[in-house]
């Protein structure tokens, strides 16, 4: 897909200087630009390389200064960083921009399926499944009876959906993610064994999430596993049963989260954070890398890391302590052989 500078400059509300008629064909950075790539300088100490860029279109901020360049055209806005993501949001969805059912695949008599749908080969869809307007399912995706996917999303290949599933509008789910395999649920029994507990709930993904690859998500045990809106999740992340995730909130790659934990809105989860079942943990919190939260966090907005985690800036001083221990040991025994001497001085005196 091909826009023009006029176009584009439209569509983000900017304010064009050059030629309108230039073509766009592709997004690129500023080092590796070249004819027909749009690329942006959001940080000033970048500027420099407008004078040497080969892109077509640049994106600046309004007051950013520009000397000498190749540029054909700039587009003026406000957050240059922002708009090169829309930028590339718009190249993204002209690549998946697929339609119509390939086959062979399977689609239920009794599923309902929307316009502009596309379903790649090898694709199954249960019975009395709801797909809506502009749905794109990548090749052997399954997805299961009664399963719910509205308008705009996107499920890419070997995507696994099991039963009952609903999926909100705009979500993007990747290759190999399984949405709604069994809880973690098992019951010991007096000889040493398990026995199994029947996992009848659900999981329900509201809109605006993104479910990286190769990430699971349980279903209920009873009632629902819940993803509120704009959830971004990275690959290999796996999500319990009954776990409650708050709006907009971020999680990296390779983290676990015990059944019935409920996080808040707006947090951020650093990569190989490891949570407890049963916790709750409060909005806009804030957690390292490789912590292990093994009890709730109830004040929002606070910083934590470490294993078990605590306080992001009383970890810190604690570090600082603890690197000091080898001399303050050093310390501590010196003073243990002086005071050894005063007594035995003491003793001698007597």
């Given at each position: 897909?091909?826009?023009?500078?006029?176009?584009?400059?439209?569509?983000?509300?900017?304010?064009?200087?050059?030629?309108?008629?230039v073509?766009?064909?592709?997004?690129?950075?500023i080092?590796?630009?070249?004819?027909?790539?749009?690329?942006?300088?959001?940080?000033?100490k970048y500027?420099?390389?407008?004078?040497?860029?080969?892109?077509s279109?640049?994106?600046?901020?309004e007051?950013?200064?520009?000397?000498?360049?190749?540029?054909?055209?700039?587009i003026?806005?406000?957050?240059?960083?922002?708009a090169?993501?829309?930028?590339?949001?718009?190249?993204?969805?002209?690549?998946?921009d697929?339609?119509?059912i390939?086959?062979?695949?399977?689609?239920?008599?009794?599923?309902?399926?929307?316009?502009?749908?596309?379903?790649?080969?090898?694709?199954?869809?249960?019975d009395?499944?709801?797909?809506?307007?502009?749905?794109?399912?990548?090749?052997?995706?399954?997805?299961?009876?009664?399963?719910?996917?509205?308008?705009?999303?996107i499920?890419?290949?070997?995507?696994?959906?099991?039963?009952d599933?609903?999926?909100?509008?705009?979500?993007?789910?990747?290759a190999?993610?399984?949405?709604?395999?069994?809880?973690?649920?098992?019951a010991?029994?007096?000889?040493g064994?398990?026995?199994?507990?029947?996992?009848?709930?659900?999981?329900?993904?509201?809109?605006d999430?993104?479910i990286?690859?190769?990430?699971t998500i349980?279903?209920?045990?009873?009632?629902?596993?819940?993803?509120?809106?704009?959830?971004k999740?990275?690959?290999?992340?796996?999500?319990?049963?009954?776990?409650?995730?708050?709006?907009?909130?971020?999680?990296?790659?390779?983290?676990?989260?015990?059944?019935?934990?409920?996080?808040?809105?707006?947090?951020?989860?650093?990569?190989?954070?490891?949570?407890?079942?049963?916790?709750?943990?409060?909005?806009g919190?804030?957690?390292?890398?490789?912590?292990?939260?093994?009890?709730s966090?109830?004040?929002?907005g606070?910083?934590f890391?470490?294993?078990?985690?605590?306080?992001?800036?009383?970890?810190?001083?604690?570090?600082?302590?603890?690197?000091?221990?080898?001399?303050?040991?050093?310390?501590?025994?010196?003073?243990?052989?002086?005071?050894?001497?005063?007594?035995?001085?003491?003793?001698?005196?007597?």
């Amino acid at each position: 897909m091909n826009f023009t500078a006029g176009e584009l400059c439209h569509w983000l509300n900017g304010r064009l200087e050059g030629n309108p008629e230039v073509v766009i064909t592709h997004p690129s950075g500023i080092e590796d630009a070249n004819e027909g790539s749009v690329s942006f300088i959001a940080n000033p100490k970048y500027l420099e390389h407008a004078a040497t860029t080969k892109a077509s279109v640049l994106l600046l901020a309004e007051s950013a200064p520009i000397g000498k360049t190749k540029v054909t055209s700039i587009i003026r806005v406000t957050e240059p960083y922002i708009a090169f993501a829309r930028v590339m949001q718009k190249f993204s969805t002209a690549l998946a921009d697929k339609t119509g059912i390939e086959q062979p695949s399977y689609i239920s008599p009794t599923a309902k399926i929307g316009c502009d749908v596309y379903i790649g080969a090898f694709a199954h869809i249960g019975d009395n499944a709801i797909i809506e307007d502009g749905v794109k399912i990548f090749p052997n995706t399954t997805i299961g009876d009664r399963c719910e996917i509205k308008k705009g999303t996107i499920i890419y290949a070997g995507v696994k959906i099991y039963a009952d599933i609903k999926i909100g509008e705009r979500c993007i789910v990747h290759a190999g993610v399984v949405i709604g395999s069994d809880g973690f649920g098992h019951a010991p029994l007096p000889d040493g064994s398990y026995m199994k507990i029947p996992q009848l709930g659900n999981v329900i993904i509201e809109d605006d999430v993104e479910i990286g690859s190769n990430s699971t998500i349980d279903r209920a045990t009873m009632g629902s596993t819940i993803i509120h809106s704009g959830v971004k999740i990275d690959n290999l992340v796996q999500i319990a049963h009954n776990v409650e995730i708050g709006e907009y909130t971020v999680i990296a790659a390779q983290t676990g989260i015990s059944g019935s934990t409920k996080i808040g809105k707006k947090c951020l989860i650093g990569g190989q954070v490891g949570f407890v079942g049963h916790i709750i943990i409060a909005d806009g919190t804030r957690i390292n890398a490789q912590s292990g939260v093994s009890k709730s966090i109830k004040d929002p907005g606070k910083a934590f890391t470490g294993s078990p985690a605590f306080n992001y800036t009383e970890s810190l001083r604690s570090q600082v302590v603890f690197r000091h221990l080898p001399s303050l040991r050093l310390k501590i025994e010196q003073l243990e052989k002086e005071l050894e001497n005063l007594k035995k001085n003491r003793l001698a005196e007597k």
